[in-house]
């Protein structure tokens, strides 16, 4: 519900723009905020209902692929699909559409091997989602926008919705650390039996990334994107 109400706020931002509506522009760009802080609420019920020794050492397992995975290192063969193994990611929220779609809405842009991941996750979206967000990457650009019409109001409405992702972004890497990391280190020092898939999950993400690496560039990428305004001069004021 969370995603489908910032993704209308989506399409209303890129409408919007088209016609030069400021209004409209800085209503959709609210619900896009709102959509995030509620995704940030909702991700927060996890601490009272998942324990992150259960979510790493059973959970996770059941999750991970068999791509960048040392204990399938050719992949899977489907017996009667291929004949050849098959190297699939595991499931990641990297391969959900809503925010690869904000990040385009926002003109976030992750280069190098971020982006790369992040792209190549595109392939396990359904081919829909996966055009709205090529769709959104290729309209007249939000941010250039702002800057060039100078709204203090505009250029604010942007920033909340920038700093909403950073915030959700910073929350989840601190939600990885509990659920991943911690746990990981902790199993390595008990000398937990766990091979292959296990021991690579530590630092690996399902979705076969070096997940806090990955993680903190997206995050920090994300933080550059806001627009410092310029400081008003006192012949302004
Ligand atoms: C304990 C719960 C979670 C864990 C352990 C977790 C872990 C990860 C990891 C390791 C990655 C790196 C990509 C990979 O290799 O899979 C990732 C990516 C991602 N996760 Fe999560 N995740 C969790 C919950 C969530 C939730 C609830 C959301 C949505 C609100 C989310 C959204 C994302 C997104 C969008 C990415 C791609 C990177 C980005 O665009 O910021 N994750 N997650």
Same mark, same amino acid.
């Given at each position: 519900m969370a995603?489908?109400?910032g993704l209308k706020g989506a399409l209303e931002v890129m409408h919007a723009i088209k016609i030069s509506d400021l209004i409209g522009i800085q209503k959709g760009l609210i619900k896009v905020t709102q959509s995030l802080k509620k995704m940030k609420e909702t991700f927060q019920l996890i601490h009272n209902h998942v324990e992150p020794n259960a979510f790493h050492g059973t959970f996770r397992i059941f %999750?991970? +692929?068999w791509r960048d995975n040392p204990m399938l290192p050719r992949g !899977? !063969? &489907?017996e009667g699909v291929s004949n050849e193994p098959i190297l699939l990611s595991g499931g990641s929220a990297a391969q959900s559409s809503a925010i690869q779609c904000f990040d385009a809405l926002l003109c976030i842009q992750h280069e190098g091997e971020t982006g790369a991941f992040l792209t190549?996750?595109?392939d396990y979206m359904p081919p829909a989602h996966r055009h709205l967000i090529e769709? !959104? @990457?290729v309209c007249p650009s939000l941010r250039d926008f702002i800057t060039t019409c100078s709204?203090?109001? !505009?250029?604010? +409405? &942007? $920033? @909340?919705? %920038?700093?909403a992702l950073v915030d959700l972004r910073s929350y989840h890497l $601190? #939600?990885?650390a509990k659920y991943v990391i911690v746990p990981g280190n902790r199993a390595r020092s008990m000398g937990c039996p766990l091979r292959g898939v296990g021991t690579a999950l530590n630092t690996t993400g399902t979705g076969g990334s070096n997940l806090m690496v990955f993680l903190k560039s997206v995050r920090n990428t994300t933080q550059k994107a806001l627009i410092l305004e310029r400081p008003? #001069?006192?012949?302004? #004021?």
């Open positions: 995603a489908s109400s %999750v991970s +692929g !899977l !063969l &489907y190549r996750m595109r769709t !959104l @990457s709204s203090s109001d !505009l250029c604010q +409405g &942007y $920033n @909340s919705c %920038v700093s $601190n #939600t990885v008003t #001069t006192s012949r302004e #004021t």
